[in-house]
């Protein structure tokens, strides 16, 4: 069964108000039915609008609901001190009932590593590091202990974002879970077959690698506030079969997880949502 998500407001927000009602929106996701909502995490804002602190965010939306899960899609973990993410994901993880899922990637916006006055160069040696360093820490392995221990034995699961050979060896090293973005079946063939070639040389099996993705859903009868990156899920003037195809085709390519970006605007979040929990939701949760 593929496992689907939705961000809790729309594709890159213009204001801060349009993500005012991110809590109401996660508690409309968890009555339709929806796996997870998840947040990316930028602490500038740019291009992609405005972005509320990712794991902020998660901590209020946890304490508004009840069963859906948490996820950073993605952390820009280069940007932050390893034993304070290591802290705060544990506590998350905790206070959430196991419920936190921490999605992690190198970033890609050199203006926002200025900004917060750590070097854009050798992010990914530095992520590296860091994930081992995370790991240690949430198994009790490192020279200090944690302030507060992880509900999840070893610490909630870690799922690295990127396409780039450094990038799947990390997720191979370090990962529950592979995390794209705006990939086909192809696209993700291609991808579960670079980690067959790679894992067989870092000594793991990469059947033990969930694959999960993010994807861009402009449901039919809707117009898209913001043009996202790439090709829309279902292709442009989406119908509800050709997101179900495509979907289709993605979890028979290997996909367990898809989280949609809706890009409408904000005031039709919650109508989008209800059209996708009708015509998608409920055809890949039939048993």
Known sequence: MLRIGVAPHRLWPAREDEVDGILETARTAEAL?????????????GDTGVTPDPLVTLAAVAGATERIGLLTSVLVLPLYNP????????????????????????????TEFEAVGVPFAGRGR?????????????????????GVRPRTEGGPPLWIGGQSDAALRRALRYGDA????????????????????????????????RLTAGAFLVPPGFEAAVQGPGRPLGGPGASAESVRDELGALADAGLS?????????????????AWTAEEILSYFSKD
């Open 33 to 45: 039915g929806f796996d997870h909502v998840f947040v990316s995490g930028h602490a500038v804002a």
């Open 83 to 110: 034993l304070l993410v290591a802290h705060q994901a544990a506590t998350l993880d905790r206070l959430s009932g196991g419920r936190f899922t921490l999605g992690i990637g190198t970033g890609w916006d050199a």
């Open 126 to 146: 530095r992520l590296d590091e860091q994930l081992a360093a995370v790991r240690e820490l949430w198994r009790d392995g490192g020279a200090v202990r944690l």
């Open 178 to 209: 592979w995390h794209g973005s705006g990939l086909d079946a192809a696209g993700l063939t291609a991808v579960r077959e670079r980690l067959g070639v790679l894992g067989e040389a870092a000594g793991r099996d990469p059947g033990t690698l």
């Open 257 to 273: 997880v898809c989280s949609l970006w809706l890009p409408l605007a904000a005031e039709a979040v919650a109508d989008g949502l």
